[in-house]
């Protein structure tokens, strides 16, 4: 038996609504709000800046039981209110790895359907609470932050070690020390750092860390050595 | 068959003497220099602002193939030259994870008594040629930084995700995106970090992330927001 196909209203441009219509749903490409009228699924993939505009002027057409979805980091299901209040069934879906999709809903049902369209779309979901969105992308930027820092530890590391499992290890196990947080070695560290930009972050980091570490001559340093080389 | 045991004299604080005494070597507190005659290996632990002092003193009294270590992030086999120059055999092990170091030495001889003396003390090591100390240290730091950026990420996600095993699949696998890299996602993002310290380290990586991706409005942004508030 072949799930139900939907019709689809998009504006803007959406990943998800992409994979949609690759997963054989029928996707159009909405330009007008009446155009709404003839779908099952709304899908807003319009910039963060015209989000409550065009929420505004969905709401006229909207109607009880319909399905509407952005994937706008910025926004929590609070944008969609207007339509909440009609008997839309709301939901955002927020890009969280390559494979996994979060899944914030305005009831269970809609939950559901997110997380079967997800599936549709060989994507995983997360299911994260309206209460908690906020933070939830919050920690994903920090994650990918993180994953920026790797990136220069590795680059560095590659020069020294060659053994790539050794690099994964000492990556993944670096503990900071008080002998490794110290001015004068984190002097030296910074001469070897190529890109202005990494000296730039490692400083900032050398003063996070100073101050996890109470090492207050690094904190000082990290701030003087911003001040007077950038 | 015993393993040879050597006679070790330490200055200063060393873990890895420590270890070695734990491993059966006769290790002894030496207080000044000519205490080092009678030793096979001997450890400087001293601090970072002493340690070329400690060399030159030592120098008087060390002998060809005499063995010596330090463990100090901010030299490498460099602050050794003295005792080098007298045949003296010289290494660097810097402590990299809970269960590797590095080895860094004046010959591959040398080299594998480091190795052989970091197996006693149930240490992997990690062999790092001279030329690429300074960029080793540099590059275990920041992955030491990462792993503090780590933490945050978890703390966040913690509050909207209650599967472990999610958790970690997103901090390994969360990509930046043009979506997320937006001023006024990030903008809403810092709203619910509570500690301060979080909040600008989370606008600096968000301006480091901008310049990736080129999007100057939130460069702009973190410069700003850093300068007004903080």
Not at 7 to 32: D, K, P, Y
Not at 47 to 63: R, T, W
Not at 137 to 162: H, M, P
Request: proline share 3%.
């Amino acid at each position: 038996m072949q799930a139900p196909r939907m019709r689809i209203a998009v504006f803007g441009f959406s990943e998800l609504s992409e994979r949609l219509r690759e997963a054989g749903h029928e996707v159009f490409q909405a330009s007008e709000p009446r155009e709404i009228e003839s779908a099952q699924l709304v899908v807003l993939g319009v910039s963060p800046e015209q989000m409550e505009f065009f929420v505004e002027k969905l709401a006229v057409f909207a109607k009880r039981g319909q399905l509407f979805l952005h994937s706008c980091p910025r926004y929590t299901l609070e944008v969609f209110r207007p339509l909440v209040e009609l008997g839309a069934l709301c939901f955002v879906s927020i890009e969280t790895t390559h494979e996994a999709w979060s899944v914030t809903a305005s009831d269970e049902v809609t939950a559901t359907v997110g997380e079967l369209l997800l599936a549709e779309c060989q994507l995983r979901s997360i299911s994260v609470p309206e209460s908690k969105l906020q933070e939830f992308v919050a920690g994903v930027a920090f994650a990918s932050f993180r994953n920026q820092v790797e990136i220069i530890a590795y680059q560095l590391l590659d020069q020294a070690v060659t053994d790539t499992e050794t690099q994964v290890e000492i990556v993944d196990n670096a503990a900071g020390s008080r002998a490794l947080m110290d001015v004068g070695t984190l002097e030296r560290c910074v001469e070897v750092i190529p890109e202005p930009a990494d000296r730039e972050t490692f400083r900032h980091l050398a003063k996070r860390m100073a101050q996890a570490y109470r090492a207050h001559d690094v904190e000082w340093w990290a701030m003087n050595e911003g001040m007077d080389k950038e």
